[in-house]
């Protein structure tokens, strides 16, 4: 099972923003990786990889995106949050199948 | 780039039968062909929750369901024409979702399609 916190984030643009995730289990892959990704979905847009391997950004987005966390708590961090970042974001761990998903953290502007 | 196209979603009465398309392009992809990726199914709810549906493998040899669709659905590829099927069968309310189309790069669902809605609906 995979937790997220917040649920909803309401954040003022050019502050930074973060969520959290948890595990029920570690997600440690035999092979010595960890495979646990973020996704960001825009509104009325299909979910993107964001972030994989925990802190391996995908090269469509900024550097204001940041992973990090190991084991069971990881973590999405946004330096300065701009109007294009808003919508939801989902954690989702790929270490075991099947696949299972973050409940979604709603990003808004204030 | 890969792109995933998602078809044959559409309003079908409890009970009743659907087939769900993926149609795949832009292979070679990295040096890798279509028959070399897993592929998944994954439906999003109307309340935005996604969920895993089911994975395939590359040689379709290897196959997994989620718990709420195991022994009802059906997956399958074609590797001559990069497609991947999900067959639908005993469908009920609660299959009602849009379902995504995603490619597998070793851990992480890298390539996502624009989905195709079903509704299901008497």
């Known amino acids: 099972v995979m937790t997220q916190s917040p649920l909803y984030l309401s954040v003022t643009l050019g502050q930074p923003a973060s969520i959290s995730c948890r595990s029920s289990?570690?997600?440690?892959?035999?092979?010595?990786?960890?495979?646990f990704n973020w996704f960001q979905q825009r509104p009325g847009q299909s979910p993107r990889r964001l972030i994989y391997?925990?802190?391996n950004r995908d090269s469509r987005f900024p550097d204001r995106f940041s992973g990090s966390g190991s084991g069971t708590d990881f973590t999405l961090k946004i330096n300065r949050v701009e109007a294009e970042d808003v919508g939801i974001y989902y954690c989702?761990?790929?270490?075991?199948?099947?696949?299972?998903f973050g409940q979604g953290t709603k990003l808004e502007i204030k | 780039e890969v792109q995933l196209v998602e078809s044959g979603g559409r309003l079908v009465q409890p009970g009743r039968s659907l087939r769900l398309s993926c149609a795949a392009s832009?292979?070679?992809?990295?040096?890798?062909?279509?028959?070399?990726?897993?592929f998944h199914w994954i439906r999003q709810f109307p309340g935005k929750g996604l969920e895993w549906v089911s994975g395939i493998n590359g040689r379709g040899d290897t196959i997994r369901y989620g718990g709420s669709v195991q022994g009802r659905f059906t997956v399958s590829r074609d590797n001559a024409n990069n497609s991947v099927y999900l067959q639908m069968n005993n469908l009920r309310l609660d299959d009602t979702a849009l379902y995504y189309c995603?490619?597998?790069?070793?851990?992480?669902?890298?390539?996502w399609g624009q989905g195709t809605l079903v509704t299901v609906s008497s």
């Open positions: 995603a490619k597998d790069n070793a851990g992480d669902l890298e390539s």
């Open positions: 289990q570690s997600l440690v892959h035999s092979d010595g990786n960890t495979y």
């Open positions: 832009g292979f070679p992809f990295r040096g890798y062909t279509f028959r070399d990726y897993t």
């Open positions: 989702a761990q790929g270490t075991n199948w099947p696949y299972t």
């Open positions: 391997k925990v802190s």
